[in-house]
């Protein structure tokens, strides 16, 4: 997990993005690695396309904590371009094939570990929150 984590901070650095992120004790983490990789990946890659789309302030944000049995996962991100939103899910605007799925693979490992998430968008900012409970496996 600490390799995407360096690699998605110096990727915003270098793209003159601003990136601040909060992460607990993971140890006692249950998710599987891959997992973990898919969901941070995901939501980094739309999080620094969205800052680089921005004239004004370019910031992420990202908090990761892991407390009594519960898995947070918090990644707010700048946005000035229109969010398109069909049947309540959310449309890449993306013009090259094979976009899209960065969410719908998002969803899927939220799915697996019966989690739950919400999305918000307002005032220039974009919210993905994901909860997830460590049941007995």
């Known amino acids: 997990m600490p390799e995407i984590l360096n690699e998605k901070y110096y990727e915003a650095m270098n793209k003159n993005i601003l990136f ?3 992460l607990s004790n993971l140890s006692a983490i ?15 890659n739309n ?3 969205a800052c680089e789309n921005c004239r004004g302030q370019k910031i992420i944000k990202m908090k990761f904590e892991l407390t009594d049995g519960q898995l947070v996962l918090v990644v707010k991100n700048s946005y000035e371009n229109e969010i398109v ?7 890449s605007t993306k013009k090259e094939d094979g976009h899209g799925y960065g969410i719908k693979n998002i969803k899927r490992v939220i799915r697996k570990y019966n989690g739950n998430y919400h999305i918000i968008h307002k005032n220039g900012e974009f919210c993905f929150i994901i909860l997830l409970f460590k049941r007995d496996l």
């Not at 249950?30 to 980094?44: A, G, H, Q, T, Y």
């Not at 939103?85 to 449309?91: A, F, N, T, V």
């Open 20 to 22: 601040v992120f909060k």
């Open 30 to 44: 249950w998710l599987e690695k891959d997992d973990i990789v898919l969901l941070l990946s995901n939501l980094l």
């Open 47 to 49: 999080a620094i396309e």
């Open 85 to 91: 939103e069909q049947d309540g899910r959310l449309i």
